[in-house]
């Protein structure tokens, strides 16, 4: 049914999943503060800060002051995402200038050679420094919540006046090595109430999630069929909210054409309901279905959609399909290793994209590839190896997929040379060639070859490119083996049937 199904899906599986959760109702709008990794260079903690409040289950909560402070491992929160997300109550800010946050968590990253200053500025008076994490922390999050009647007048001036006596254990705890963030919460006897253990917190979170619109945008919204359910006359959002990437000046990607009025009433309009669950698809995608390893400097997202019927696929399902289904993509070397042994019944569809200054930039995409399609290219990499002299055993790596994707990637890198800009033209090519091998079109051959001519000449004469310095590089007589490998490679696949 192509990315967008596949998105929702993983929307509706999500929610199948915390249905009897006390926040299911918001659960498709929380986010995960930070992805959850095994990666032990991935690590963050959080600052927690106990406040004590007059009565923790209040509308209002009167904040007396901080008990307490402490340093946790994030993951120590839970070992279960949806109980993170549960208890941090997180969701995006909507906005970097924006005067308030969702949840009282407020990210501080790693600490810098003066904390001190980091915190209060130079003058130690915080409310003087307007850059000062302090001031910040006041007065984009804190204290909005006092301004909306969640916190009683005067709470968020007693939080400050705590935390800066506390401040040398603040800096003790935050190191340069980790990223950090600080997490509010309410002491209740000697337990630690998460936001999302606090109606007043979760209250403030529905309220903004849902604030009333201004009466001028209000004739503006839009009346039309949601394009998912067919829904009509209700609230309607449109795709660039959920997807960075949507916006309509990409004419030929999500929304197909370009925005002047009119346009968004006709180009995938969705309802308020069909938001949520695409909202938390692509929570999902952002964090399990992206993968790092593949591709230099790119993102590439595989969401898989199951065509059986679910329920029957996750009977029939092998055990490794089933943990792909789980804990997605993220932490995976070898991605094309794994896809190529999924089970029938689904089919992938590959985004990739980079991020570049917080917006997402979309190379390509490829929809409905299933793994049948991947076990091909696997059989015809091994014809290669084996035409090349190399044994394939069940030990060595060589016959697999993910190594025939890796050698594209390295010949082309090592083709580029050492400057940026033809190290971009260089990741494009390899893009195009791998989404063309996933989508079953002829590859550009002849240009190929003519860019390893035309660059052959100049490498020759490269001690570098030849025998180079560095041990994790190819010495030259391999590359080129390699490039002939590839080439084998990529004439057998436009041979395909
Ligand atoms: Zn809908």
């Given at each position: 049914?192509?990315?967008?199904?596949?998105?929702?899906?993983l929307?509706?599986?999500?929610?199948?999943?915390?249905?009897?959760?006390?926040?299911?109702?918001?659960?498709?709008?929380?986010?995960?503060?930070?992805?959850?990794?095994?990666?032990?260079?991935?690590?963050?903690?959080?600052?927690?800060?106990?406040?004590?409040?007059?009565?923790?289950?209040?509308?209002?909560?009167?904040?007396?002051?901080v008990?307490?402070?402490?340093?946790?491992?994030?993951?120590?929160?839970?070992?279960?995402?949806?109980?993170?997300?549960?208890?941090c109550?997180?969701r995006?800010?909507?906005?970097?200038?924006?005067?308030?946050?969702?949840?009282?968590?407020?990210?501080?990253?790693?600490?810098?050679?003066?904390?001190?200053?980091e915190?209060?500025?130079?003058?130690?008076?915080?409310?003087?420094?307007k850059?000062?994490?302090?001031?910040?922390?006041?007065?984009?999050?804190?204290?909005?919540?006092?301004?909306?009647g969640?916190?009683?007048?005067?709470?968020?001036?007693?939080?400050?006046?705590?935390?800066?006596?506390?401040?040398?254990?603040?800096?003790e705890f935050?190191?340069?090595?980790?990223?950090?963030f600080?997490?509010?919460?309410?002491?209740s006897?000697d337990?630690?109430?998460y936001?999302?253990?606090?109606?007043?917190?979760?209250?403030?979170?529905?309220?903004?999630?849902?604030?009333?619109?201004?009466?001028?945008?209000?004739?503006?919204?839009?009346?039309?069929y949601?394009?998912?359910?067919?829904?009509?006359?209700?609230?309607?959002?449109?795709?660039?909210?959920?997807?960075?990437?949507?916006?309509?000046?990409?004419?030929?990607?999500?929304?197909?054409?370009?925005?002047?009025?009119?346009?968004?009433?006709?180009?995938?309009?969705?309802?308020?309901?069909?938001?949520?669950?695409?909202?938390?698809?692509?929570?999902?995608?952002?964090?399990?279905?992206?993968?790092?390893?593949?591709?230099?400097?790119?993102?590439?997202?595989?969401?898989?959609?199951?065509?059986?019927?679910?329920?029957?696929?996750?009977?029939?399902?092998?055990?490794?399909?089933?943990?792909?289904?789980?804990?997605?993509?993220?932490?995976?070397?070898?991605i094309?290793?794994?896809?190529?042994?999924?089970?029938?019944?689904?089919?992938?569809?590959?985004?990739?994209?980079?991020?570049?200054?917080?917006?997402?930039?979309?190379h390509?995409?490829?929809?409905?590839v299933?793994?049948?399609?991947?076990?091909?290219?696997?059989?015809?990499?091994?014809?290669?190896?084996?035409a090349?002299?190399?044994?394939?055993?069940?030990?060595?790596?060589?016959?697999?997929?993910?190594?025939?994707?890796?050698?594209?990637?390295?010949?082309?890198?090592?083709?580029?040379?050492?400057?940026?800009?033809?190290?971009?033209?260089?990741?494009?090519?390899?893009?195009?060639?791998?989404?063309?091998?996933?989508?079953s079109?002829?590859?550009?051959?002849?240009?190929?070859?003519?860019?390893?001519?035309?660059?052959?000449?100049?490498?020759?004469?490269?001690?570098?490119?030849?025998?180079?310095?560095?041990?994790?590089?190819?010495?030259?007589?391999?590359k080129?083996?390699?490039?002939?490998?590839?080439?084998?490679?990529?004439?057998?696949?436009n041979?395909?049937?």
């Open positions: 049914m192509g990315f967008l199904h596949a998105v929702y899906a929307g509706e599986m999500a929610g199948e999943a915390v249905k009897d959760s006390p926040l299911a109702d918001i659960m498709n709008f929380l986010q995960l503060p930070y992805p959850v990794t095994e990666d032990k260079n991935d690590k963050v903690f959080a600052i927690r800060v106990w406040l004590e409040a007059a009565d923790s289950q209040a509308e209002v909560l009167d904040i007396r002051g008990v307490d402070v402490d340093r946790i491992e994030y993951k120590a929160i839970s070992s279960d995402r949806i109980k993170i997300k549960e208890r109550l997180y995006d800010p909507v906005g970097s200038n924006v005067s308030w946050r969702f949840s009282p968590l407020y990210k501080l990253g790693r600490a810098t050679k003066n904390p001190h200053k915190l209060v500025g130079e003058s130690g008076v915080w409310q003087d420094n850059k000062s994490r302090f001031y910040k922390l006041h007065n984009n999050l804190l204290y909005d919540y006092e301004k909306t969640a916190f009683t007048k005067g709470s968020a001036e007693r939080i400050m006046a705590d935390l800066l006596a506390m401040i040398e254990r603040i800096i935050w190191d340069r090595k980790t990223p950090f600080i997490l509010f919460g309410l002491k006897g337990n630690f109430l936001p999302g253990e606090v109606a007043a917190f979760v209250n403030y979170f529905k309220d903004k999630l849902d604030p009333d619109v201004p009466a001028k945008q209000k004739k503006e919204q839009l009346k039309a949601c394009a998912l359910c067919g829904e009509k006359d209700k609230k309607l959002e449109t795709l660039d909210k959920v997807f960075k990437f949507a916006t309509f000046d990409k004419q030929n990607f999500l929304p197909g054409t370009k925005d002047r009025a009119g346009v968004k009433e006709k180009i995938f309009p969705v309802c308020e309901t069909c938001y949520g669950v695409l909202s938390a698809g692509k929570e999902e995608m952002e964090n399990k279905f992206v993968n790092f390893n593949a591709i230099p400097n790119t993102s590439l997202y595989v969401i898989p959609e199951i065509i059986s019927d679910r329920k029957q696929y996750y009977r029939m399902a092998s055990d490794n399909t089933k943990d792909f289904l789980k804990n997605g993509i993220r932490n995976e070397q070898n094309f290793n794994l896809l190529a042994r999924v089970n029938e019944g689904l089919v992938f569809h590959f985004l990739f994209a980079e991020v570049n200054q917080a917006q997402l930039i979309v390509s995409l490829i929809e409905d299933p793994p049948t399609r991947l076990r091909k290219l696997e059989e015809l990499w091994q014809e290669s190896c084996i090349f002299g190399y044994e394939i055993d069940s030990n060595g790596k060589k016959g697999y997929l993910h190594t025939a994707i890796s050698q594209i990637v390295a010949v082309l890198l090592s083709l580029a040379g050492k400057r940026e800009q033809e190290k971009l033209v260089m990741k494009d090519k390899m893009i195009a060639i791998i989404s063309a091998l996933l989508n079109e002829q590859v550009g051959i002849a240009e190929i070859k003519s860019l390893i001519v035309a660059r052959l000449a100049g490498m020759f004469t490269d001690p570098d490119w030849l025998s180079p310095k560095e041990k994790e590089q190819m010495p030259g007589r391999k080129i083996k390699g490039m002939a490998e590839v080439l084998d490679f990529l004439y057998r696949v041979g395909r049937e």
